[in-house]
């Protein structure tokens, strides 16, 4: 069971030295109905998430600090941000993603709202989860694309996402995340998967296009420490107990101590 007094990234880290795999609710904060958020909550503290990350690519409205102060009234798992720019920083959350989009050559999203939010941070007591952010293509411009102004990276150059991973970890990052995209029509290659988990020594994350359990599966056994999902549950909250009755097996390796 991991030691609640350490980090967030702590435990990141020392789930993935016993191979015990995570998994992230990501909720957009444009796409809350709030009269059907205590439902919500319930059906996140159901499921075997082990994070709550928040955020989206553009969001329009300003109810973040809201959200979480609502969240955090029922539910106990790490609110984690995951911005699309400083505007969605929030000190009521636990912690941080701070993306740097490598796979693109925006300065924007590679260093410039980095700095921008950087003096805000410091005014917080957020941790601060320094993230490598690669974004593969997925058979549709998704929204990251379109925000970022960035190409994302061809699904089949393995090779090359593995040398931007690399980098990544090189300059520091604490994690790598590969990203198909919020509503991506494909996920992520699992032979990349596999290629990057053996070829890093910090945690991955993998995210978008991942529709089922046997998806969030089949992502840990290519070598996920940490699998994210979101349009799929925000499609139907009821997610892993419609998919638990035909795939009772799947998620086997998710611990659900970790809540």
Not at 34 to 42: T, V, W, Y
Not at 100 to 117: C, H, M, T, W
Not at 218 to 246: C, M, P, Q, W
Request: net charge negative.
């Amino acid at each position: 069971m991991i030691n609640k007094d350490n980090t967030i990234y702590q435990q990141i880290q020392q789930a993935k030295l016993e191979n015990r795999k995570l998994l992230a609710i990501l909720l957009d904060p444009d796409k809350i109905v709030f009269d059907k958020l205590d439902s919500l909550i319930l059906k996140i503290n159901e499921s075997p998430a082990t994070h709550v990350f928040i955020g989206g690519s553009i969001v329009k409205n300003n109810i973040i600090d809201d959200l979480i102060l609502k969240i955090r009234e029922k539910c106990t798992l790490p609110l984690v941000l995951f911005p699309g720019n400083p505007s969605q920083i929030s000190d009521q959350a636990d912690a941080i993603l701070f993306l740097s989009l490598l796979s693109g050559r925006n300065p924007d999203f590679l260093i410039e709202y980095q700095v921008k939010a950087a003096p805000i941070l410091k005014k917080t007591k957020l941790e601060i989860l320094s993230t490598g952010y690669i974004l593969v293509e997925s058979g549709n411009e998704t929204a990251v694309a379109i925000v970022s102004k960035t190409k994302p990276m061809d699904r089949e150059n393995n090779n090359l996402v593995l040398a931007t991973a690399q980098a990544g970890e090189m300059l520091g990052s604490k994690l790598i995340y590969l990203e198909a995209g919020s509503g991506a029509k494909k996920s992520i290659p699992l032979k990349m998967i596999d290629l990057v988990s053996k070829n890093i020594g910090i945690p991955l994350i993998v995210g978008g296009g991942i529709v089922s359990l046997q998806g969030i599966q089949n992502a840990y056994d290519a070598g996920a420490d940490l699998v994210v999902i979101g349009t799929a549950f925000e499609s139907d909250f009821n997610f892993f107990k419609t998919n638990h009755d035909d795939q009772h097996d799947a998620l086997e390796l998710v611990n659900n101590e970790n809540n």
